[in-house]
């Protein structure tokens, strides 16, 4: 594929990626090294062609820099300000990279959660390390990157609050409440009081017991659970006609 | 204000409005015509500037059409389909106010819901008429606009599925169960079963009856009730910890 960014009609339009990946116990993001000086953190990102959708350009740029592709990417939102692009590294970079280093970029940021356990990046093109990160041992990323990982963090939370199916998908079909209180303190990043979160879990009725306990494991062996999918379909809808 | 979009970072990036309206029986949207042969209807919409941020942006372009003000917008997302300007109508519209009229143009999408009871909006700029249109009466709009506004109220009815409160807000401090139940008729677009509708809200105790009763009707005055906000942010964080 070639690069035009001359001829581009929107020469400062780019996307960024915020992937979240659950390992279990923490919640990470995935993030690139620019090959500059001692190497800068960012996110996934680059500027977008002119004959490609935003959600066309995210998952090129995604498979470009990381080799990661099957990924479901979610617009987050746009992100514009006339300042985001000040830190002196972020100019340098720019002068090295862009026509007009000077140009305001207006970056359409996407999102998605994952098993990380799932996706081995590689990395690749201007990145020349790929790496999944807990979210909240974040250093200094490039331009605004941190604002957009807050905004995306805010957003999940969000989703998962009014959708736990989100975090369902996360989890292996059988499951203990400890699994899925792990979860839920990776996401909200504090603990949880432990009879409160199964007590509330567990009188929603989301959850059918199993008749099946963990084996080999060091501890007393914990039941298994499984997500009530059915039952929380009707009581999603209860407050909607 | 001077603008100057030869020399703009980001000549082919606007910011569209979606503003909903509620009259307290249909759900409007506010639609510019723009002075153009028999006039085209568009959403309030126009190229940003360099210097300014991208909210910034939707307050002044909406404020320019159509003299709005104080309205809080929220970012819908952004659209940027290449295929987004096709109709002969508007490529005839851009060879005279842009410089590349085949450019593709990134939208950022902006929303907002108000009791339009509140505004009266005024015509400027190159909108030669603004006037709150039904939602689900719209006629072919400029660009995807239609697409925009369908995007805009499935997330309008999203918020007020998740978060009554928006609702809430469009009606007065004091309603009637009929007034609340035309408002989510008015954003379904479908009718609701009165019984049923009311079983929901009362069981769910949102809601606080007042000793009250509508005055001077012509049918049997109905009891007037007030939003339990203190009971409502209790039972929304009922699955949060």
Redesign the interface.
Known sequence: MTRNTVNN?????SVDCVIFGFDGVRLNVLIIEREQGGGVSALPGDL?L?????DDSANRVLYELTGLSDIYLK?L??????DRIKDLRDVQWLRNVRE?PS??V?T?AYYSLVNLQNFSPKAASFARDVRWEPVYELGELAFDHNVIVDKALEQLRLNL??D?LIGFELLPEKFTLRQLQKL?EAV?NHT??KR??RK?FLT?KLLKPLNEKEQGVPHKPAQYYEFDRKRYMRIKD????
Chains 1, 2 share one sequence.
């Open positions: 009609f929107n020469p400062h339009v977008i002119d004959d490609e959708t935003l617009q939102q746009a992100f514009g300000d006339p007009e140009a305001r207006i359409i609050k009014y736990p839920y909200l949880i009081d409160n979160f509330k929603a209860k407050f909607w006609f």
